[in-house]
């Protein structure tokens, strides 16, 4: 099964560049590149999906 999010990706003003998943409130990563974020994204969302699934939260639809 393939699921798709959007990401808000951001400069900050050290140079990181920050990705944030709105759909999945918490899971957000950084990183120097965005190659890099990119790689990074992918483990947060599979890591939040993974905890969402071990313990479903209430606010949950």
Do not use: K, N, W
Not at 2 to 13: A, M, T, Y
Not at 24 to 51: F, K, N, Y
Request: proline share 7%; with cysteine.
């Amino acid at each position: 099964m393939s699921r798709e999010f959007s990401v808000v990706i951001e400069l900050d003003e050290e140079g990181y560049y920050v990705g944030s998943v709105p759909a999945l409130p918490g899971c957000h990563t950084q990183a120097r590149s965005l190659d890099e974020l990119i790689d990074r994204v992918r483990e947060a969302i599979a890591l939040c999906l993974e905890v969402e699934a071990i313990h479903p939260s209430s606010t949950s639809p």
